[in-house]
């Protein structure tokens, strides 16, 4: 066996470097040097700003952009105690697995990626059949960007369907117009606007539960309205829309006139709630079952519990989708037929959705939303047992339309043992309040806003805003109960609201404005703008001082 000799690895480096590599006369080994230990020890910790708005020359490196950006983003509020949204904030560990390991993927790859082409069209099954579709029908849908771009399409359908229905008899297609209520989601009124549709934006008052009112509809169709859209789910207080109610109108207006007007069902959040718990939508139909319900949609997003980026659009038979609506494409390798806003979309968020209804399935689905609804009559209940607050929702009213007043006992506020969301006024897990009437008048000096701004101060995200046109006098605080609502959480929700009242009535003089968020930066900008712009930007300002204006959605 041959003998080794230990060799010295400084001697031999430095060797190497007296010998002067060369190429080209640069020399080619260097000894390197580390520009940063940490993120905080490089010259942006302290020396350089970060390049904000334009592209820097120079790169940095990347533990360094990384870090700070992620310092930066800790500024935002958190997810879990945004109670503005719908849109989930909370999936499952092997859900989120999934979704990271299909980042990369396009929807729009047909050809490429085959096997999340069939989750796709599987997942267009299982929403279809939950939503009562009949097996002689053929139905037809896809999976878009969310409810906006579903609302869209389904408005479009409705206005082809109407176009070529006129063009047949030879009559004009100028004046398309369509229905809906003043608490529709804006998505709803931008359909009109981009797609050049009257919008007949019917107001809503308390009668009608602050939804579209059945009578008003009756009154504003004609023949130039391509559809009405329905909401299984005002954003503003979680109520139903009439959907069965709406329907039968529309067959009497059919059975006088002959004009046949369809039904979209907006159910953006709804569309995973309804199907699953007990209360349904309330006893009427409101799905596929109707015959005058020719499309849904449905945000994944929300209550299909899939991080944002995914909505439903179909239709209960394709003959309701128009051909000329319909692209093929010969693209990628292959050829696909679509019909998107969109091409290039994202595919993880659909394999999370198929994720989630293989997963959970029916029974898995109906424990959260029951576990949702639960807390939120939890919720309310508890608020009006504190007397300074009314609800205007109504999802902790029984069912037989007696008020759930509180009077102390237990079972009241805690329900009683077996009941279900069936016991009670049907609506999405959403509690809408305001300051009682009682207390106004005690306290007339004490904003409701406030509340909202000292809540932001504990972390809670809760909006304050006006119900629709014609009730706009009434503002509300509004909140949306998710599946990571626990009952722990939700105690210490309801710890920090009475606490926060409590310390309005102790200091009702005391002036929380100063919290009210604000952009210094924005001064040095309104210096470079021309006069126009200023006054536009100070208009804009001085609405939001108002109240606490957020989406709705």
Known sequence: MSLARHIDPEELVGRLHDAHLTEGGKQLRKITTTSHLTPYGSKYASEVSVPKYRLPEDGAPADTVYQLIRDELDLDGRPNLN???FV??????????????????????????????DIHERCISIIAQLWGVSTSEKAVGSATTGS???????GLAMKRRWQEHRQAKGLDTLHPNIIMGANAQVALEKFARYFDVEARILP????????????????????????????????????????????????????????DIPIHVDAASGGFVAPFTFAGAGGPKWNFELPRVKSIN??????????????????????????????ELHYLGGTERSFSLNFSRPGAQIIAQYYNLIHLG???????????????????????????????SEIHKPKSGVAGVITGAKETVLGTEGETSADYVAGLPVVSFRLSDGFMKEFPDIKQESVSLLMRARQWIIPNYALPPNENKTEILRIVIRESMSLDLLDRLISDLVSVTQMLMDKKDSDVSILQHRDVGRSGMQADLKDSQRRMLEGVVKRLQEGIHRSVC
């Open 148 to 154: 906006s771009e579903a609302i869209h399409l389904g």
């Open 298 to 327: 449905t945000s994944g997003h929300k209550y299909g519990l899939v991080y944002a980026g995914v909505g439903w659009i179909i239709w209960r038979d394709e003959s309701y989708l128009p051909q000329h609506l319909i692209f």
């Open 88 to 117: 989930g904030t909370y999936m499952e560990p092997n859900g989120i697995q999934l979704m990271v390991e299909n980042l990369s993927k396009n929807l729009a790859d047909n050809d490429e990626y085959p096997a999340m082409m």
């Open 83 to 85: 109670l503005a949204s």
């Open 204 to 259: 809503v008052s308390k009668e009608s539960n602050y939804r579209l009112d059945p009578e008003l509809v009756k009154k504003n169709i004609d023949e130039n309205t391509i559809g009405v859209f329905v909401i299984l789910g005002s954003t503003y207080t979680g109520h139903y829309e009439p959907v069965e109610e709406i329907a039968k109108i529309l067959d009497d207006y059919q059975e006088r006139t002959g004009i």
């Open 362 to 392: 029916f029974k898995g689905y109906r424990e959260i939303m029951e576990n949702c609804l639960t807390n939120a009559r939890l919720l309310s209940k508890s608020l009006e047992a504190t007397g300074w607050y009314t609800c205007v």
